[in-house]
């Protein structure tokens, strides 16, 4: 039997929503006739979802495990309840419904990072192996569906699994660097994370050999990070929850010269309007944290009289996986960095 190209068919209530936006949907694993059944090997949660988890559990892995188990168990999906978010998987092609195949993109057996969000993703968890606190990954035993609209892309070989997860989960951050970044630009990125050190990277590239790039982060080991591999001109160890704290700093540092482009990249809330005020109205910004609040960014700029274009973080784009997977291959010491922090 075929089912709706988008997922429909799977929502349980409420219904008329798609899978992102119901409350529950359902996760039985056996597949329509235009579904990828897929045997999971690892989610990578947003920051923001794992980090919500992590804290109402105290850090305790155990109790990290049986609220993902709970949520999973209840929504038939994994999507934070707070932000709406979900994040990413890797894993195996284990079954593909008859119409889909043929298609020469994917056969069974090859592995694979899913591109759409596992709060939109069916998704049958039946143990957690393991927790990591620190990347933020969780190993499972689980089965997952991707609907006939889904995407996905095939892990490099040459990255490994644990890399492709950590560097895939924030891939539509430095492919939006990529398309609105020009040579001689000036690029803020707020946040030194995964996602902030890949745009960073890219921006690099892109605004090269005439253009400003500038890390606002509040956490001075990740500035020291971002100086050790040489990925910015200028970094601010600024509090980007103190607008007009972040703005003097910057300012001090630039001048008069505002960003044309500057992505968010921060897991934290209260930061909008930084991302707005150094940024010049003829400039554009890219939320891209799933912790952005779009009422205090919209209503924030009309409140300081700026008329800057403001775009929400929609984590995919066409390419994105390859231009994330270049950053990485290309910059050794970022490269490094990431299997030390990523792959135990």
Known sequence: MRGNIYGSHRVISPQCLLPQAAER?????????????????????????FGRISRDCGGDTDRI????????????????????????LIGRVKEIGPDLQGRGDVA?????????????TPLKIY?????????????????????????????????GEQLSLAVMDVAGAPAQVA???KPGDTVVVMGAGKAGLLCLAEAK??????????????????????????????????????????????????????ADFTVSTVSVADTELSSILVTKDTG???????????VKASLGAEGVGKSVPMLIGNGYCPGHAEIAFDIVR???????????RYCK
């Not at 997952?144 to 990255?159: C, H, R, W």
């Not at 050999?209 to 600024?238: F, H, I, K, N």
């Open 25 to 49: 949907i359902s996760n039985d694993p056996a597949i329509w006739d235009n579904e990828i059944l897929i045997d999971v090997i690892a989610l990578q949660p947003t920051a923001t979802a």
């Open 65 to 88: 495990a049986q609220a993902i188990l709970d949520l999973v168990a209840e929504r038939g999906k994994f999507q934070d309840p707070v932000s709406k978010s979900g994040g990413i």
């Open 108 to 120: 069974v057996g090859d592995k694979i990072a899913t591109l759409v969000s596992l709060s939109l």
């Open 127 to 159: 143990e957690i192996t393991g927790i990591d606190l620190d990347t933020e990954q969780v190993r499972c035993r689980a089965d997952a569906v991707l609907f006939e609209s889904g995407i996905f892309t095939k892990l490099p070989e040459d990255l």
């Open 179 to 181: 398309f609105h970044a």
């Open 205 to 258: 590239k892109r605004v090269s050999p005439t253009g400003t790039v500038v890390c606002l982060e509040y956490s001075e080991r990740q500035c020291e990070t971002v100086r050790r591999l040489g990925l910015a001109d200028v970094v601010l160890q600024a509090n980007g929850q103190e607008p007009l704290t972040a703005l003097e700093a910057y300012e001090k540092a630039l001048g008069g010269r505002l």
């Open 284 to 294: 554009r910004i890219y939320f891209f944290s799933m912790s952005t609040d779009f």
């Open 330 to 340: 290309r910059e050794a010491g970022l490269r490094a960095y990431f299997t030390e």
